[in-house]
C-alpha cells in the first residue's frame, strides 16, 4: 500500500513522541544510577547528570555496611602522577604496583580471616 504526505508526518509524530515518552521514563532512572555513583556533595549540587561526575562507592559501601555486611573498597586512586593512568587506554597491567597489591591482598586476607573466625 502506497502511504502519501500525511500518512508519513503522522508515523513521524508519534515517533518522536514515543521517543520523547521512553526518554522521560528512562531518564529518572539512569539519574538514580548515576547519582548511587556520586559523591553526595556533588550530588547536591544539582544539575543534569546522566554520568557521575565525581565517581566513588562510597554510597555502596555504606549502604552494604548499614546492613552489617562488612564490605570493604579495594581501589586504588594513586595510579601514575596525578592518578592520569586511571581507566584511561594507559590503564595496563605494567603500570600495577606491587605495594597497593599487597597492601590489597592483606586486606582482603585480614577480613576472610575475621569472617571466618580463624584470625591468627
Same mark, same amino acid.
Given at each position: 500500500?502506497?502511504?502519501n504526505l500525511?500518512?508519513?508526518i503522522?508515523?513521524? =509524530? ?9 526518554? &522521560? ?8 544510577l548515576a ?5 553526595? &556533595?556533588?550530588t547536591m549540587?544539582g544539575?543534569?547528570? =546522566? ?22 573498597d579495594l ?5 601514575g ?15 600495577? &604496583?606491587?605495594d597497593?597489591l599487597?597492601?590489597s591482598?592483606a586486606?582482603?586476607l ?11
Open positions: 500500500m502506497k502511504k500525511s500518512d508519513g503522522t508515523e513521524g =509524530v508519534i515517533l518522536a513522541v514515543l521517543i520523547l515518552f521512553a526518554l &522521560s521514563t528512562l531518564y529518572p532512572f539512569v539519574y538514580f547519582c548511587s555513583f556520586n559523591t553526595a &556533595s556533588d549540587r544539575g543534569f547528570i =546522566v554520568f557521575p561526575r565525581c565517581f566513588t562507592l562510597d554510597n555502596y559501601k555504606a549502604a552494604f555496611q548499614n546492613a552489617g555486611i562488612p564490605a570493604i581501589i586504588d586512586f594513586e595510579y602522577p596525578d592518578n592520569i593512568y586511571w581507566h584511561t587506554a594507559g590503564d595496563t597491567v605494567d603500570k600495577l &604496583s606491587a597497593s599487597g597492601i591482598a586486606i582482603a585480614k577480613m576472610v580471616w575475621k569472617l571466618t573466625g580463624m584470625e591468627p
